[in-house]
């Protein structure tokens, strides 16, 4: 019977492997990496792990910051060559795939939650949003308790540009009438 998809061998897998790796900003690892490239169907985990021991010796791939990988300029020029193989669909999901990695790695760089214990018993939360030009805000929220002061946190890392925009929309309104 005929396997339908676009991952037929261990070619295609570090095909796809390559393709991928070329279009993150960041390094993988071995999950990420097979995440970002189950776009199709016939792909299996244990196909991702047999590859990439494989690319990083034969040069395409390099280990870097312990179990996480990037892309080599060798892997990078290979890449480019054989990146026409990949079927159409599977390199559109690889894509938005990757940019959604990119842009969710990008955004965490930007946004620090610090949970410390402090000696009465309660937590101290410190959460803090900066940009490319620096930090924008740090506020500390003190919580009665562990768990909330992890969710405190938690929350903080889902909606942390709605914390600015609010609070800077609260301190700036009544601007006008104090000039």
Partial sequence: MQRLGFIHDM???KVLILFVAARSNYPMSAQELYELC??????????????????????????VEGEKYEITEKGRQDGELTADSIAFTVKQRAEDAVAK??????????????VIARE????????????????LMTLELMAPDRRQALRLSKLFEQRAED????????LLEDEDELE
């Avoid at 990695?101 to 610090?114: A, D, M, P």
């Avoid at 009465?120 to 930090?135: F, H, K, R, T």
């Fill in 101 to 114: 990695f990119n842009r969710q790695l990008r955004r965490s760089s930007f946004v620090k939650t610090q």
């Fill in 120 to 135: 009465a018993g309660d937590y101290s939360v410190i959460m803090s949003l900066d940009d490319e030009q620096g930090n």
């Fill in 163 to 170: 914390v600015y925009n609010l609070t800077m929309t609260v």
């Fill in 38 to 63: 189950y776009q199709d169907e016939c792909l299996s985990y244990f196909d991702v792990c047999t590859a990439i021991p494989e690319m990083v010796q034969s040069g395409h791939l390099q280990q």
């Fill in 11 to 13: 070619m295609d897998v």
